[in-house]
């Protein structure tokens, strides 16, 4: 049996955690690993992090938290046989834990999906711009075991530094989501999901949106984000996210949208939420940045849009035809079965820490 102890900076409620690290450990034990759990955020102070503004009362917490960090892993470590990394072990200031942990465990394995040496140009986080040390992953990429990106972007940072570097994408249990059924609506529903940082991102769809509201009545759901958007004037729907209903917000999506600023961060991305409406069978629409082009064959499996026109003219043509919006969304659930399921990707991942 190989004991693994896992550290993530986020709890259960982060979709990095839950998908990168938690979904793995009921079939790792299955196959002989068993895994440990540690988080340097519980739920509140997670959710503290997520709101704007209050840094001196973010900062006193995430000390606490961080002594704490430090703490565990000078007491436990060295009690299992691979410590496993979810992103970093801290998101503030030089890698001072990781050189703490690293000194202590030879078998450490580090699992990233987004591109966090780099600024992320859609966030105005004083603490991301300020208090972030971009450099600390090519300080430090060397000394791990493993490393495991979720896409080809990641990997090819990382392999500068490291000849032990794996790509697994982010994956989700086509037994949850090939459950999913759509729910009938009226009006056709048009869904993004995400995380408020992520917000700025959805602006994208102003022109688009506005449009075909006016000229179809679609309407428009954005879960996870209820601050109103500058732009909108009453065509938007705001859903908070619960993560008791995760799966049932896709059962009233009629067609999935991804838009992606261009840039550089935006290339990191791993093509979640083009993966979760794919696996639920919804049909969807994506910007051509980064992973989301690999994913995405147009006019097969989804849509790539990268105008205004574009984004209007494809969202139209799925809003106006059902059959289409069925048989995109049929070869969706295949895409994701046959690339991008747990069920693919589980034994790999498992065999990398066996080894």
Same mark, same amino acid.
């Given at each position: 049996?190989?004991?693994?102890?896992?550290?993530?900076?986020?709890?259960?409620?982060?979709?990095?955690?839950?998908?990168?690290?938690?979904?793995?450990?009921?079939?790792?034990?299955?196959?002989?690993?068993?895994?440990?759990?540690?988080?340097?955020?519980?739920?509140?102070?997670?959710?503290?992090?997520?709101?704007?503004?209050?840094?001196?009362?973010?900062?006193?917490?995430? +000390?606490?938290?961080?002594?704490g960090?430090?703490?565990?892993?000078?007491?436990?470590?060295?009690?299992?046989?691979?410590?496993?990394? +979810?992103?970093?072990?801290s998101?503030?200031g030089?890698?001072?834990?990781?050189?703490?942990?690293?000194?202590?465990?030879?078998?450490?394995?580090?699992?990233?999906?987004?591109?966090?040496?780099?600024?992320?140009?859609a966030?105005?986080?004083?603490?991301?711009?300020?208090?972030?040390?971009?450099? *600390?992953?090519?300080?430090?990429?060397g000394?791990?075991?493993?490393?495991?990106?979720?896409? +080809?972007?990641?990997?090819?940072?990382?392999?500068?530094?490291?000849?032990?570097?794996?790509?697994?994408?982010?994956?989700?249990?086509?037994?949850?989501?090939?459950?999913?059924?759509?729910?009938?609506?009226?009006?056709?529903?048009?869904?993004?999901?995400?995380?408020?940082?992520n917000?700025?991102?959805?602006?994208?769809?102003?022109?688009?949106?506005?449009?075909?509201? /006016?000229?179809?009545?679609?309407?428009?759901?954005?879960?996870?984000?209820?601050?109103?958007?500058?732009?909108?004037d009453?065509?938007?729907?705001?859903?908070?996210?619960?993560?008791?209903?995760?799966?049932?917000?896709?059962?009233?999506?009629?067609?999935?949208?991804?838009?992606?600023?261009?840039?550089?961060?935006?290339?990191? *991305?791993?093509?979640?939420?083009?993966?979760?409406?794919?696996?639920a069978?919804?049909?969807?629409v994506?910007?051509?940045?980064?992973?989301?082009?690999?994913?995405?064959?147009?006019?097969?499996?989804?849509?790539?849009?990268?105008?205004?026109?574009?984004?209007?003219?494809?969202?139209?043509?799925?809003?106006?035809?059902?059959?289409?919006?069925?048989?995109?969304?049929?070869?969706?659930?295949?895409?994701?079965?046959?690339?991008? +399921?747990?069920?693919?990707?589980?034994?790999?991942y498992?065999?990398?820490? /066996?080894?």
């Amino acid at each position: 049996m190989v004991k693994v102890l896992a550290l993530t900076v986020k709890p259960l409620l982060a979709p990095d955690t839950r998908y990168r690290i938690l979904q793995y450990i009921e079939p790792f034990a299955r196959r002989g690993i068993t895994v440990d759990h540690r988080s340097l955020f519980g739920d509140r102070l997670h959710r503290l992090f997520q709101q704007p503004g209050g840094v001196p009362l973010k900062m006193l917490c995430y +000390s606490a938290a961080w002594v704490g960090r430090a703490v565990e892993i000078a007491r436990s470590a060295r009690g299992y046989d691979a410590v496993w990394i +979810s992103r970093e072990l801290s998101p503030i200031g030089p890698p001072l834990l990781e050189r703490l942990l690293l000194g202590m465990h030879k078998k450490v394995v580090l699992d990233i999906d987004d591109a966090i040496f780099l600024p992320d140009e859609a966030t105005t986080s004083f603490i991301h711009h300020r208090l972030r040390d971009f450099g *600390k992953f090519e300080a430090t990429a060397g000394s791990y075991a493993a490393i495991i990106c979720g896409n +080809s972007f990641l990997a090819d940072y990382f392999t500068r530094f490291s000849n032990r570097v794996h790509v697994i994408p982010t994956v989700v249990s086509m037994a949850r989501y090939g459950a999913v059924e759509h729910r009938p609506s009226s009006a056709i529903r048009i869904g993004w999901i995400g995380m408020p940082s992520n917000a700025p991102h959805i602006d994208m769809l102003e022109k688009p949106l506005r449009s075909l509201r /006016k000229a179809m009545g679609v309407q428009a759901i954005i879960v996870g984000v209820t601050e109103k958007r500058p732009w909108d004037d009453g065509g938007l729907q705001y859903v908070p996210w619960e993560l008791a209903r995760e799966l049932d917000y896709f059962a009233d999506f009629d067609i999935g949208v991804m838009p992606l600023r261009d840039f550089a961060f935006a290339h990191g *991305k791993c093509a979640f939420k083009i993966i979760q409406f794919m696996a639920a069978g919804v049909p969807v629409v994506a910007s051509p940045v980064g992973a989301n082009a690999e994913v995405i064959r147009d006019g097969e499996n989804g849509m790539l849009a990268a105008s205004d026109t574009e984004w209007e003219t494809k969202l139209g043509m799925l809003a106006a035809d059902s059959r289409l919006r069925r048989t995109m969304g049929r070869e969706g659930r295949r895409t994701v079965a046959d690339g991008y +399921s747990l069920e693919k990707w589980v034994d790999l991942y498992a065999a990398i820490f /066996k080894s």
